[in-house]
């Protein structure tokens, strides 16, 4: 059984910068695929980015390339996301979820575990 606990939202400027932490709990942690994801209100869950569980392997989707790096400290048990350059549109509650799985899905269904989540605002 893996736990998940988000931390590190708030509300920021746009242009700004948020780093999200994704803290787990469980010895077999280190051997899970995470991914973040975000929901708008009104909106479906979407994919924003994803690691392998070395952490050689990352993806991420187009609306965020290029501004968010996700990288992951298998010693700490932590997977972060790293937000850069946020504009309005990246507000949301933003989950990460785990996978047993050796793969980086971008299906929210595909996953096993998830966090509570965490506000992003982003003002204008």
């Known amino acids: 059984q893996v736990q998940l606990v988000e931390s590190g939202g708030g509300l920021v400027q746009a242009g700004g910068s948020l780093r999200l932490s994704c803290a787990a709990s469980?010895?077999?942690?280190?051997?899970?695929?995470v991914g973040w994801f975000r929901q708008a209100p009104g909106k479906e869950r979407e994919f924003a980015a994803g690691?392998?569980?070395?952490?050689?392997?990352?993806y991420y989707a187009d609306s965020v390339k290029g501004r968010f790096t996700i990288s992951r400290d298998n010693a700490k048990n932590t997977v972060y996301l790293q937000m850069n350059s946020l504009k309005p549109e990246d507000t949301a509650v933003y989950y990460c979820?785990?996978?047993?799985?050796?793969?980086?899905?971008?299906?929210?269904?595909?996953?096993?575990?998830w966090g509570q989540g965490t506000q992003v605002t982003v003002s204008s």
């Open positions: 690691i392998w569980w070395t952490g050689s392997r990352t």
């Open positions: 469980g010895r077999t942690f280190s051997t899970y695929a």
């Open positions: 979820a785990a996978t047993k799985d050796d793969a980086i899905y971008t299906a929210y269904d595909k996953y096993d575990y």
